[in-house]
């Protein structure tokens, strides 16, 4: 009778253990009580194996600045160290890779150098090589950010179209060029083919592929500035072909 006593109970002991969901252990324990024979079941669930390592956190950006002399500032919100293999990546929208370097570093600020940014277009930076927050471990950290304070003195005068193929765009005043290139956007914000022809003290002109009556045309000049300024910049105008 004890032993169809014990079988029972391990069957129940086992259908228990199948009901959770952590993998489980049974023992079975006589009582001391004589001349009888009563069993106890105690389940203990397994412990895991190891507990799990926690992945190291990222860094926080916190602001991302750029100047018209071609700097971009990245501020963090905690105090960072770098590993020998830092390194910065900037994209535009399309995915295009821009050459820049980091030119400056503390444990709250990186300063990256970088030309041919945009006043108004968005980029991707990223930073590979920045210690994890409490962790001796290498992260990256991302952030999108806005070109803004690429500004200039410079002011573009009047806009002509030449032949619906250039536009040249006349300063107000003598303007001073070093790395000078273009980009142009039609009405819909499609990125035109274009170059820089010719560029003078008082005057830009520039060349675009496929010009259409009646389009307009976001024209961006960047490598510009003004006899006093010692930073280059960027002007904008937008055209009408008629």
């Known amino acids: 009778m004890m032993k169809k006593n014990l079988k029972g109970i391990v069957a129940g002991v086992l259908a228990l253990s199948m009901m959770v969901s952590a993998p489980t252990v049974a023992f079975a324990q006589e009582s001391g009580n004589a001349g009888s024979a009563t069993y106890t079941a105690t389940v203990a669930a397994k412990k895991p194996a190891g507990d799990q390592v926690a992945k190291p956190k990222a860094q926080e950006v916190g602001k991302v600045t750029c100047t018209s002399a071609g700097k971009v500032?990245?501020?963090?919100?905690?105090?960072?160290?770098?590993?020998?293999?830092?390194?910065?990546?900037?994209?535009?929208?399309?995915?295009?890779?821009?050459?820049?370097?980091?030119?400056?570093?503390?444990?709250?600020?990186?300063?990256?150098?970088?030309?041919?940014?945009?006043?108004?277009?968005?980029?991707?930076?990223?930073?590979?090589?920045?210690?994890?927050?409490?962790?001796?471990?290498?992260?990256?950290?991302?952030?999108?950010?806005?070109?803004?304070?690429?500004?200039?003195?410079?002011?573009?005068g009047k806009a002509t179209v030449q032949s619906k193929k250039f536009v040249v765009l006349k300063m107000k005043g003598s303007a001073y060029y070093k790395d000078a290139t273009v980009a142009v956007k039609d009405g819909d914000g499609n990125d035109c083919d274009a170059k820089i022809v010719k560029k003078a003290k008082g005057n830009v002109k520039v060349q675009i592929n496929g010009m259409k009556k009646g389009q307009k045309y976001t024209i961006t000049i960047n490598g510009i500035k003004t006899k006093k300024e010692k930073n280059f910049g960027s002007v904008t105008r937008t055209v009408t072909v008629k």
């Open 73 to 156: 500032n990245i501020s963090f919100k905690q105090k960072v160290t770098y590993t020998d293999a830092l390194k910065a990546v900037i994209k535009d929208e399309a995915g295009n890779e821009i050459a820049c370097k980091i030119s400056k570093k503390n444990k709250s600020l990186l300063t990256v150098s970088v030309s041919g940014l945009v006043k108004g277009q968005k980029y991707t930076l990223e930073i590979e090589g920045i210690l994890g927050k409490d962790s001796a471990e290498a992260v990256a950290v991302k952030k999108v950010f806005t070109a803004k304070g690429m500004k200039t003195q410079s002011k573009v």
